[in-house]
């Protein structure tokens, strides 16, 4: 076998190679016409391949650079490839498609330039996530698309750079756990320990061991000592659950050790000097209980530093489907399944729950859904009883109208909160006419609000 001979690709063989590459590719002749385009550039692009070759590429890939900056003209001009510019095309149709492009000079046997040759991969998918991420707020494993959420990730980001006691309120089954843990995460006590405690679950006297420890001796099976949990959150955060319900006695105790940072276990003789971060919740309503004597005026103040209330689920109802797919996506991986998400008529039932239970109710189910839901997608028929008001032996067609007008109202009521109740600005909101917006306002029963001066709805 003679080695010095040189391989010769056939065209057909070039072409082939140029169609299994998943990028658009083509190429240029040296008076800038196209003589290669591939397959991928024909689906990017919308231009046949047919249409392409022969033609000055700036009129085939009308790209943002092509006027300014063309990346081609540079590589011909400098020798150097261009790697990976954004910009973007337009499509056959008119439509602007962002691109990454990356170009090369192309040679003949001997070296001499012939031409060059241009990539360029579609980032329609990128860009589309990229703006799905911009709409949504994050904060440690809290998600959510609502605006008072957001300001409350604001808030709570800066609150973990002090060392104030902070107060969450909120209904049952909100985040306050996570939104705890958040802030302990992101605060500089983030390598000490995390300790919760949930102060409604404990009797009074476990409660008061619980937190401050105990000496061996101190009551009957106390046979060796115990560090309570301010003790074992040494450096880092203690988050008190429930606040609200610990009796009178221990509040006392426990605004002692706020005050003057020092616990003494039971049984003890000697104090001993803690350095935690106190985090409290409750749902209960601590101002009406203070004024009916049921919870300390002092020990209120004393937590109450930096308040923080958790709206409930039904007062961000925009956020469910957010937090649906972040269920999904957390079960899928627990559970080694593929669900693929909900159905639209199963987000609709979703959507008009009120959730009493708020976030946690949500994530149960969705859980119960993945129960009944092997693979694929989750319908009415995975959804717990009684979701939307739905049953499993009723009249399905009647409760999904119900389910999309409920739906439709949200959807209405929400734009215009966020558009100041602005007629025009919240038809645009939603892509429909002004007219179209008073019809349905007026047939799911939607009225601006009084103040507004502006109720023409029963006009």
């Known amino acids: 076998m003679d080695t010095e001979t040189t391989r010769q690709i056939s065209p057909e063989s070039a072409a082939a190679i140029l169609d299994s590459i998943s990028d658009g590719v083509f190429t240029i002749d040296e008076s800038w016409r196209i003589s290669e385009f591939n397959r991928a550039a024909e689906e990017i692009t919308g231009i046949s391949r047919q249409e392409a070759i022969g033609k000055p590429c700036y009129e085939v890939f009308r790209a943002s650079m092509c006027e300014v900056d063309c990346a081609m003209k540079r590589t011909l001009k400098t020798g150097e490839p261009e790697i990976n510019r954004s910009g973007f095309i337009v499509d056959a149709e008119g439509t602007r498609i962002p691109v990454s492009v990356s170009t090369a000079l192309l040679r003949d046997s001997a070296g001499k330039i012939i031409g060059g040759a241009e990539t360029f991969r579609d980032l329609s998918l990128v860009e589309a996530l990229r703006k799905e991420l911009s709409g949504r707020y994050q904060l440690g494993d809290m998600v959510s698309r609502s605006p008072d959420m957001q300001q409350i990730f604001e808030l709570a980001a800066q609150v973990a750079a002090s060392t104030s006691t902070v107060l969450l309120r909120g209904e049952t089954g909100t985040g306050k756990e996570l939104l705890a843990r958040a802030v302990h995460g992101l605060s500089p006590r983030n390598k000490g320990p995390f300790m919760a405690v949930n102060c409604g679950a404990l009797p009074d006297t476990l409660l008061e061991s619980e937190l401050f420890g105990y000496k061996a001796g101190a009551f009957t099976g106390a046979n060796q000592d115990k560090p309570g949990r301010f003790a074992r959150a040494q450096g880092g955060t203690l988050f008190l659950d429930e606040i609200g319900d610990i009796s009178p006695a221990l509040q006392v105790r426990l605004l002692r050790v706020l005050q003057e940072k020092q616990v003494e276990p039971l049984g003890g003789t000697a104090p001993i000097d803690v350095d935690v971060r106190v985090i409290a919740a409750t749902h209960r309503d601590l101002e009406k209980m203070v004024e009916a004597g049921e919870f300390r005026q002092d020990l209120f103040y004393r937590i109450n530093v930096i308040k923080i209330d958790i709206p409930p689920l039904r007062k961000r109802k925009e956020d469910i489907p957010l937090l649906v797919d972040h269920f999904?996506?957390?079960?899928?991986?627990?559970?080694?399944?593929?669900?693929?998400?909900?159905?639209?008529?199963?987000?609709?039932?979703?959507?008009?729950?009120?959730?009493?239970?708020?976030?946690?109710?949500?994530?149960?189910?969705?859980?119960?859904?993945?129960?009944?839901?092997?693979?694929?997608?989750?319908?009415?028929r995975h959804l717990p009883e009684g979701c939307g008001g739905i049953k499993s032996s009723g009249s399905t067609a009647a409760n999904f109208q119900d389910a999309v007008n409920a739906f439709e109202a949200q959807l209405i009521r929400e734009a215009m909160r966020e558009n100041g109740y602005n007629r025009l600005k919240t038809a645009r909101n939603l892509g429909i006419h002004k007219t179209t917006l008073f019809r349905k306002m007026k047939s799911l029963g939607i009225a601006f609000p009084e103040y507004d001066g502006r109720n023409r709805m029963a006009e």
Do not use: S
């Open 328 to 380: 999904i996506g957390r079960f899928n991986h627990i559970q080694a399944k593929a669900v693929k998400g909900v159905t639209g008529e199963a987000m609709g039932l979703l959507m008009t729950h009120d959730y009493p239970g708020n976030v946690r109710e949500l994530e149960n189910r969705i859980e119960h859904a993945f129960v009944l839901c092997e693979n694929g997608w989750i319908e009415p």
